[in-house]
């Protein structure tokens, strides 16, 4: 008496399989439970089995009806594993029987056919990244491997997706197995961004009867299948506006006679005579824009305003500039000096004529700026003329 597995085959390759028993006069089958009036029935179970080739197997159990005497039982003396039966067959997506439950392995296999990946992978917070999934070529096989049955079509219906922070989005599968979607996170942080994708389709299996008939069915499946990936959004780096270094140069002249055409920040001036003078800008470096901490862009500065930070000069009534008072850029500054030279330690000494400039950048980036900067220029006061 011989216990034997026959398979049928199926759709695309498929095949399905039950116990046969042979005798020596015919051949009959074994299927499960006891209402068939063959000589045999059979019980089929499945037993974990660890193996990278055969994770799990169908452990075939065959009796005989009119004793209910199993009749491939193995010897005393059978290696280990033993299931208590001569007859295994190693499952797998060919040689499952339909209506049997999906296994844990097989699960977990269909959410790793769903990649999900963020570009860039730290996208800074602000700025637009495109979140990516995409199914991957074993999803067939795992499939039939979770459902127990040979796929016919599939296709995604819907993607779910969640960004972690709050946004999510439901769009139409449109037959395609692959999702691109833009999202700006708005601040930075960690997120955990997820997809599922919703897929449906059709299925084929047999299933055998009681007397042992094969019977190809043919039914609408669907399932979900999802994954994650880690969103780390950075914080925009900081952008800075560096004011210029600026100092004021003056171009002198005497009352009465047009400002020179050379601008300098040490003149001379004669004593008791009003002198006239146009204030300049003189950028030592212009206005910078740093994003963290490096150097992107520059500026171009004029004057705009001046104002007279000394103390009031010898000129006739209303004829000098008040201290205080803010001009426009182009408006002269005049100053007289009835005295000498101040004298320190034995040496002439300078008057120091202190200004603020308000002085506008405009950036690179359309950013526009006004700073008011302190700065002074020295005039030497001339003994050649005499007030009066």
Known sequence: ???????????????????????????????????????????????????????????VYVYDRATDRQINAPPPSAPQPNFGTTTSLCASPGTTPVEE??????????????????????????????????????????????????????????????FGDGATASIAGQAASRLNLPHTYSSAGVYDARVVAL???HAQAARYDPYGA????????????????SATARAAPTRAYV??????????????????????????????????????????????????????????????RWRYDGVPSDAPRNAGTIPGIVADAATLLRLQWN??????????????????????????DGHVAVYAIASYFLVTVDFAAESG
């Open 243 to 304: 004011p210029p270094v600026v100092e004021a140069i003056v171009s002198p002249a005497l009352e009465g006679s047009a400002p020179g055409p050379t601008a300098f920040r040490h003149v001379d001036a004669l004593r008791g005579a009003l002198t006239q003078f146009a204030v300049h800008l003189l950028v030592s470096r212009e206005g910078l824009v740093r994003i963290g901490g490096a150097t992107v862009g520059a500026a171009r500065s004029r004057l705009l």
């Open 214 to 229: 094969v019977h190809l069915v043919r039914q609408p499946f669907s399932v979900e299948i999802g994954n994650d990936t």
């Open 1 to 59: 008496m011989v216990v034997a597995i026959t398979a049928v085959p199926g759709y695309a390759g498929h095949a399905f399989v039950y116990a046969q028993v042979s005798d020596s006069t015919s051949t009959y089958p074994a299927p499960t439970g006891s209402g068939h009036q063959s000589p045999y029935y059979a019980s089929w179970t499945r037993q974990p089995f660890g193996s990278s080739s055969c994770p799990w197997i169908w452990a």
């Open 339 to 364: 005295v000498p030279d101040l004298v320190s330690g034995h040496q002439l000494q300078d008057y120091t004529v202190r200004l603020t400039l308000y002085v506008e950048s405009r950036f690179q």
């Open 199 to 201: 897929i449906a389709g």
């Open 101 to 162: 439950p999906p296994v844990t392995e097989a699960t977990a296999r269909l959410d790793l056919d769903l990649q999900v990946s963020l570009a860039p992978r730290q996208p800074v917070a602000g700025t637009p990244a495109v979140l990516s999934a995409m199914l991957d070529g074993a999803l067939t096989q795992d499939l039939n491997l979770y459902l127990n049955m040979a796929i016919e079509d599939w296709s995604v219906t819907r993607w779910r997706v969640d």
